[in-house]
T-cell receptor
Framework: GENVEQHPSTLSVQEGDSAVIKCTYS??????FPWYKQELGKRPQLIID?????GEKKDQRIAVTLNKTAKHFSLHITETQPEDSAVYFC????????????FGSGTRLSIRP | NAGVTQTPKFRVLKTGQSMTLLCAQD?????MYWYRQDPGMGLRLIHY???????AKGEVPDGYNVSRLKKQNFLLGLESAAPSQTSVYFC?????????????FGDGTRLSIL
């Protein structure tokens, strides 16, 4: 079946440094790639998404890049802050309709003071 | 506007018991989804619905049933609970449309099966 691989599973960075999380997907028909942030005990919340007709999207300190040829997409967080500590999930749309997406296994990001 | 509301928030069951998890959304979304979240495995789709009166299987449907009698509600049922169904269950909803739309999640239900 289709899958999304996410790396690394854990990431620790110094406050103020940048963090990068990478994902690969298998379904060549995927055209929508959301990223969710989940704080401990909370719901997943959408932080940014990108569609296949663009290669990069930025929202303040967060950016996402997409390489359709290589089936890679990445999340970049700059000037990290303590409140960025959370689990981040990438996801990719599936070939079928109904806005179904498949999630990566998550990256636990810790920001060191 | 409450968004997506899940009840209950916590539940402990004994093996073989049955229960129903309720999801309600007030955003007039067509699509609704049930996921389970287990450590190190992300979120996996159990069942989903593209509209009132419709349901379909997701990635891990065995042991679960669903119903969508009203557009705003999506129920997840466990007929005979098993310890392997211990998990955190999330409901989500999204608009329909020509292009994929973001999914909005509820706060989750933490379910333990003893």
């Amino acid at each position: 079946g289709e899958n999304v691989e996410q790396h690394p599973s854990t990431l620790s960075v110094q406050e103020g440094d940048s963090a990068v999380i990478k994902c690969t997907y298998s379904d060549s028909a995927s055209n929508y790639f959301p990223w969710y942030k989940q704080e401990l005990g909370k719901r997943p919340q959408l932080i940014i998404d990108i569609r296949s007709n663009v290669g990069e999207k930025k929202d303040q300190r967060i950016a996402v890049t997409l390489n359709k040829t290589a089936k890679h997409f990445s999340l970049h967080i700059t000037e990290t802050q303590p409140e960025d500590s959370a689990v981040y999930f990438c996801a990719a749309s599936l070939r079928s309709s109904a806005s179904k997406i498949i999630f990566g296994s998550g990256t636990r990001l810790s920001i060191r003071p | 506007n409450a968004g997506v509301t899940q009840t209950p928030k916590f539940r402990v069951l004994k093996t073989g018991q049955s229960m129903t998890l309720l999801c309600a959304q007030d955003m007039n979304h067509e699509y609704m989804y049930w996921y389970r979240q287990d450590p190190g495995m992300g979120l996996r789709l159990i069942h989903y619905s593209v509209g009132e009166g419709t349901t379909a299987k997701g990635e891990v449907p065995d042991g679960y049933n669903v119903s969508r009698l009203k557009k705003q509600n999506f129920l997840l049922g466990l007929e005979s609970a098993a310890p392997s169904q211990t998990s955190v269950y999330f409901c989500a909803s999204s608009f329909s449309g020509q292009f994929n739309q973001p999914q909005h999640f509820g706060d989750g239900t933490r379910l333990s099966i003893l």
